[in-house]
């Protein structure tokens, strides 16, 4: 069974910071994950990429998490991490953890975790 576990999700005030971690189980990760990452939605908008991250280590960032936001992984546990620094309300939404699966490669998505930044 093909499972994407988030945590580290919550409420946190301006200025503050969360580290959001994911791990991705099932037969068909055995062989490990290509990209991983981190997708956002906030009411009323589309859902869009925050960050994410090849397999040997690439990231790439939305614009304006830049310089705020860092991702990680760890190949050995099929986890990423997103380390969220200096949160600003704007960044308040349902963040859904993604894995592509080596063979076949085909995308997967966690049930996603609230983020919430207070003013």
């Known amino acids: 069974q093909v499972q994407l576990v988030e945590s580290g999700g919550g409420l946190v005030q301006t200025g503050g910071s969360l580290t959001l971690s994911c791990a991705a189980s099932?037969?068909?990760?055995?062989?490990?994950?290509?990209?991983m990452g981190w997708y956002r939605q906030a009411p009323g908008k589309q859902r869009e990429l925050v960050a994410d991250?090849?397999?040997?280590?690439?990231?790439n960032y939305e614009d304006s998490v830049k310089g705020r936001f860092t991702i990680s992984r760890d190949n050995a546990k099929n986890t990423v991490y997103l380390q969220m620094n200096n949160l600003t309300p704007e960044d308040t939404a349902v963040y859904y953890c993604?894995?592509?699966?080596?063979?076949?490669?085909?995308?997967?998505w966690g049930q996603g975790t609230q983020v919430t930044v207070s003013s």
């Open positions: 991250i090849t397999r040997d280590g690439r990231p």
């Open positions: 099932g037969r068909i990760f055995s062989p490990g994950t290509n990209d």
């Open positions: 993604t894995a592509v699966a080596i063979f076949p490669s085909r995308r997967y």
